[in-house]
């Protein structure tokens, strides 16, 4: 096994022993969100603020100032938080590795749905209720400019590996690839018959997938291609990640927990349900 595909193997490993640890995918009976690591320590993220496993029990390792939706953390170890208050406010803050709160603004009149930062910290880029994809500023979280803007609600964000190239996905059933490093227009790689909830890069940053409401995924090529349509998996997909080049995990609605080959048609069931949704994955 190459390191990457171990360090990815790693990750979902680390995810199974995450949700086996907090029961229905919840603490304090308020339901994870996400998971993500912190400078290699795996959080756990709920409405309440941002958890880390101790010895025995979970720990509130940061108190959201505000209903949390989404985080992301850089090398570092300071963290993003994004959410707000539904209809209201979309709101993120910005943390320093000791849980200070350096700055917070308001963004939106919606909620944040989806924070993301590249790997050198030098884009930050939110995902808002309105359907506005928004490149920030990484220290003070002003607005730099507008990105994109979906014609519902822009629900995910990822970077692809080592570039400054990013995908976002709404609930029109667009995802959208964004060239950072210059500012050229979006290019629109899917087109979804209902809303994208997921996406992931492969490890070599060759090809994204998304997985939306109706149950299908769709792996696509860099410059637009369609390589693959799933067949339907039974529910909508919540979440993605690549274990290596050719295998995809994919989470759903009803807690299924599958797996998706290259050169194999059906899904692999891994877990056939759980008592809640499978919500993040974890590779790498």
Not at 93 to 119: H, K, M, P, T
């Amino acid at each position: 096994m190459s390191g990457r595909a171990s360090q990815a193997a790693r990750g979902i490993a680390a995810w199974f022993a995450l949700a086996s640890l907090v029961g229905a995918q919840s603490i304090d009976n308020v339901p994870i969100l996400q998971v993500l690591r912190v400078r290699d320590e795996e959080h756990a993220l709920n409405a309440e603020g941002l958890w880390r496993r101790g010895d025995e029990r979970w720990e509130l390792a940061l108190r959201a100032p505000f209903r949390a939706f989404c985080a992301s953390s850089t090398a570092s170890g300071e963290i993003y938080l994004g959410g707000g208050t539904p209809a209201e406010r979309g709101l993120l803050a910005r943390f320093d590795a000791a849980g200070r709160l350096l700055a917070q603004v308001e963004l939106a009149e919606d909620l944040i749905y989806a924070v993301a930062i590249d790997q050198e910290a030098r884009h930050l880029v939110v995902a808002c209720a309105d359907g506005r994809v928004l490149l920030l500023d990484p220290a003070s979280l002003a607005v730099r400019r507008a990105l994109a803007r979906h014609g519902a609600a822009a629900r995910r964000l990822a970077f692809a590996p080592q570039r400054a190239l990013l995908a976002s996905a709404g609930l029109d059933g667009q995802v959208l690839l964004l060239d950072l490093a210059s500012e050229a227009p979006p290019l629109a790689i899917g087109d979804h018959l209902s809303g994208v909830e997921a996406l992931a890069f492969s490890p070599d940053g060759a090809r994204l997938a998304s997985g939306a409401r109706d149950g299908r995924i769709r792996i696509h090529a860099l410059d637009g291609r369609s390589l693959r349509i799933s067949p339907l998996a039974g529910s909508a997909i919540t979440a993605l990640a690549w274990t290596d080049t050719t295998t995809l995990r994919c989470g759903t609605l009803r807690g299924a927990l599958l797996e998706l080959h290259e050169r194999e048609e059906p899904f692999r069931i891994l877990r056939a349900t759980a008592p809640s949704p499978t919500r993040t994955l974890v590779a790498q």
